[in-house]
């Protein structure tokens, strides 16, 4: 093998564990990325449960009130009484 060739080599080489460095320190920014992504969804699915939760707080407040309305009006409709 010729001296040339082994440069060549060596160069390639070189080459390639760089890139190999490169990918690793590329590869754990992703990781933190999707470790950080990850932690932001599963605080956002809790705050979606609860402003669910709260939402179906208010309609089942919201129903009873309108309920509670509803029975006063029935009692303030004057009763018709027939006079014969």
């Not at 590869?27 to 809790?46: F, G, P, S, V």
């Not at 309108?66 to 009006?73: F, R, S």
């Amino acid at each position: 093998m010729s001296l040339e060739r082994l440069d060549a080599l060596e160069t390639r080489i070189r080459d390639l564990v760089k890139l190999v460095q490169e990918l690793k320190r590329k590869n754990a920014a992703l990781e933190e990325e999707l470790r950080t992504t990850r932690e932001r969804l599963a605080i956002q699915d809790d705050l979606n449960r609860r402003w669910e939760r709260e939402r179906n707080d208010i309609r089942i407040k919201i129903e009873k009130v309108l309920g509670e309305m509803d029975a006063l009006e029935c009692l303030e409709d004057p009763k018709e009484v027939a006079l014969d």
